[in-house]
Nanobody, 115 residues
Framework: QVQLVESGGDSVQPGGSLRLSCVGS????????MGWYRQAPGKAPGTQRELVAVMQSGGMRIYAGTVKGRFTISRDFAKNAVYLEMSSLKVEDTAVYYCKAGDHWGQGTQVTVSS
């Protein structure tokens, strides 16, 4: 069974930085896209998670317009891992961040940005 374990969520002030990590089990193949999605607080149940950044198996990176220039996604194929470097964080970046590999989801890690 595929497992994804996220870490790195925390509470920071606006303008701060965080690095999220997601390590997958050996079942994840390098051909899978890996990426990060988020769900902000107060969203109605069933609301689709927002794409933050995805790194495709071929190396192409896709970013949401709201994070482009501030967030950087990277992968370590040998470790089945994906990372998200977040800088210049804003209050509106507050959300639970989920790692996704193929069709599999992690449990989420909380990022809170407040003064």
């Amino acid at each position: 069974q595929v497992q994804l374990v996220e870490s790195g969520g925390d509470s920071v002030q606006p303008g701060g930085s965080l690095r999220l990590s997601c390590v997958g089990s050996s079942d994840i193949v390098n051909s899978d896209d890996m990426g990060w999605y988020r769900q902000a607080p107060g969203k109605a149940p069933g609301t689709q998670r927002e794409l933050v950044a995805v790194m495709q198996s071929g190396g192409m990176r896709i970013y949401a317009g709201t994070v482009k220039g501030r967030f950087t996604i990277s992968r370590d194929f040998a470790k089945n891992a994906v990372y998200l470097e977040m800088s210049s964080l804003k209050v509106e970046d507050t959300a639970v961040y989920y790692c996704k590999a193929g069709d599999h989801w992690g449990q989420g890690t909380q990022v809170t940005v407040s003064s």
